[in-house]
């Protein structure tokens, strides 16, 4: 394993590479830095520093994009109907970026459509702790609460993808929908008339 010696105001010490190999690289993107270790880093060589997380931001950008490209195979898949092979291009995309709140959220879907309900909540919990203000996942699980006939929190699913992304017509249709069946009307109209403006502006937008 590649060392380099460098000055520090202590004297002389040995440090690793950053980006000594890819593999402890990439852990080190997932886990991010922690402030101890960033505190540590403000004594090493900057120039070294500087140029080890360049790496590590292009290596966490092509990551990014190779499994955006699973994403979108697994997509295909999905649409064709090949289920099982959806799932395993999901859980590639998964595999090389743990962090991606749509990756699993998309595999939630497909596991709620393909009646694997319980592992689908999973995967929606995963989502939305890697990314709280993904409003996709939150949308996802309020479908899957409202299957399951929990209203009450799906309603919360839906209200959180609201204030999340509020200009997204989506979480205001499925708040709207779940009020009919709730009974509450005036609540009804009122959201699916917002839902309404918004789908308007977006055709708007696209002409």
Wanted: net charge positive; aromatic share 8%; hydrophobic share 35%.
């Amino acid at each position: 394993m590649k060392t380099r010696q460098v000055e520090a105001k202590k004297g002389e010490i040995t440090v690793h590479d950053f980006d000594r190999n890819i593999e402890n690289t990439t852990k080190a993107i997932q886990s991010e830095l922690s402030p101890r270790n960033a505190e540590i880093i403000k004594n090493y060589d900057m120039e070294m520093v500087r140029s080890s997380l360049a790496k590590a931001t292009r290596l966490k950008h092509s990551i990014s994009r190779v499994a955006a490209v699973w994403i979108g195979k697994a997509h295909s898949k999905r649409d064709g109907g090949q289920f099982s092979e959806a799932l395993k291009f999901y859980n590639e995309a998964i595999r090389l970026n743990s962090k991606s709140a749509m990756a699993w959220c998309y595999k939630g879907d497909l596991l709620f459509e393909t009646d694997h309900k319980q592992e689908a909540a999973v995967c929606y919990d995963e989502s939305i702790r890697t990314q709280p203000d993904y409003a996709g996942a939150w949308i996802s699980k309020g479908k899957l609460l409202e299957d399951a006939g929990n209203y009450k929190e799906a309603i919360k699913c839906y209200s959180k993808a609201a204030k999340i992304k509020p200009i997204n017509p989506a979480a205001w249709i499925h708040k709207g929908l779940l009020c009919r069946e709730l009974g509450h009307y005036d609540e009804t109209i009122r959201y699916m008339e917002k839902s309404k403006v918004l789908l308007s502006k977006m055709i708007t937008q696209l002409k």
